[in-house]
Every structure is written in C-alpha cells, then in structure tokens.
C-alpha cells in the first residue's frame, strides 16, 4: 500500500493518513496483523513530522485499527466496530477536523450537524 499526502490539501496530513489507513483496513487491502512502517520511517518516506505520523497511528490505535506491541511494532488490529460504524467514525473525524478549522466550538459543530440533518 502506498500511501500520499497532498500538502495543498485543506485536510491536515494527520488527517489524510488516518483517512487512507482507515480504507485500506476496511477495504481489506490492509489484513490484521499487517505491520506498519515505523514512525519514523513512515515520516521520512512521507516527509513530514514524526509527531504527525504519531498522532495518525495514536488516534488509529485508539479507534481500534492499529496495535501498537512495544518493539515489535504496530500492525492492523481486527476492526471492533461494524464496518458502518467504522464509515461514520471516518466521516466524523474528517468532520471535527473541518470544524475545528474553521473555528468552531463543540456547540457550534453540533448546530451545524442539527441544521444539515
């Protein structure tokens, strides 16, 4: 799997790298138990912090897409949600990140979750 970031994307490269991870887990392009490259690999290939790749794989790991296993690294983790649940926590996080962006607050987002619903 290769994965991009497009640095004149308005999405943050955290973000992209969450997103595309996400697909591939679900799509099966990434199996569990796949390994990942290091953080600081993955940041060199990619050419951007290692702080931003951290954050991608911590929020991943979190959402219960990745395990991290200390020096044996992290590798895709069998999914815990059902795969629409994945979709919405996919859409979420693209959504927050958008809203924080353009400044919002968590009142303000679920307003505008309310008015489009």
């Given at each position: 799997?290769?994965?991009?970031?497009?640095?004149?994307?308005?999405?943050?490269?955290?973000?992209?790298?969450?997103?595309?991870?996400?697909?591939?887990?679900?799509?099966?392009?990434?199996?569990?138990?796949?390994?990942?490259?290091?953080?600081?690999?993955?940041?060199?290939?990619?050419?951007?912090?290692?702080?931003?790749?951290?954050?991608?794989?911590?929020?991943?790991?979190?959402?219960?897409?990745?395990?991290?296993?200390?020096?044996?690294?992290?590798?895709?983790?069998?999914?815990?949600?059902?795969?629409?649940?994945?979709?919405?926590?996919?859409?979420?996080?693209?959504?927050?990140?958008?809203?924080?962006?353009?400044?919002?607050?968590?009142p303000g987002a679920l307003g505008a979750i309310?008015?489009?619903?």
């Amino acid at each position: 799997m290769i994965l991009r970031v497009d640095p004149g994307s308005v999405a943050p490269a955290y973000e992209q790298l969450i997103t595309q991870l996400m697909t591939a887990v679900r799509s099966g392009t990434l199996a569990p138990g796949t390994r990942l490259p290091t953080v600081r690999q993955l940041a060199g290939d990619l050419g951007l912090a290692t702080n931003t790749v951290a954050r991608a794989y911590k929020q991943l790991e979190g959402d219960g897409f990745l395990a991290t296993n200390g020096r044996n690294g992290t590798v895709v983790a069998t999914p815990r949600a059902a795969p629409d649940d994945d979709e919405v926590r996919a859409a979420a996080i693209l959504f927050v990140g958008a809203a924080r962006r353009a400044g919002l607050d968590l009142p303000g987002a679920l307003g505008a979750i309310r008015g489009t619903w």
